[in-house]
């Protein structure tokens, strides 16, 4: 038998080392060790199949972590089905500085179209236009670039125009956690008082 043949013979005969299932008391610490290490967003599937836990059982104790990093200067951050650690947002200038990351401010024709697309995802860029009044090309490309949105499908029209959303580097530009926690739109009663207020 050949080197190479041999070589071949032994991986084959070598088995996947089988990890125990962790004690209950010990998901969350091993869940918090797993995303720290993460250099991405880390699917819950992917997650409870890296440490042979129930999705249940993980997902209780994302919820846990979840509340735990809130006294942290860390977040949990959870978009759908993918999750993983951040630093928190009153973190941001230093982490930045430290880093030496800063990066110019988005531009408010960058910030409204962001807007748009935060609230009313999956939106196409003619849908964006129709709010803003103006051609939307460049703020586009900025999000893009900065990884703030992404193309996130087609719409079912003629043409198929693609749809924007927002993704989870809009999440921890923003200090989110999930994009739930968005605040809400003011009402339309609200908006027009606070344009009374403003041309008083």
Known sequence: MTDDQETQSHL???KPKLIERPAPE???PVIEAVLFVADQPVEVATLARSINAPRDEVLRALDALAQQCRERGVRLQRA???VQLVSAPETAAYVERF????LPRLTDASLETLAIIAYRQPIARAGIEA???VECDGPIRTLLARELIAEVGRAPVIGRPTLFGTTVRFLEYFGLERPDDLPPL???GEAIEDGDEAAI
Do not use: I
């Open 12 to 14: 084959k005969k070598r």
């Open 26 to 28: 010990q998901v969350l």
């Open 80 to 82: 759908g089905e993918l």
């Open 99 to 102: 880093l030496g990351m800063e």
């Open 131 to 133: 709010v803003r009044g």
């Open 186 to 188: 003011p009402s339309a």
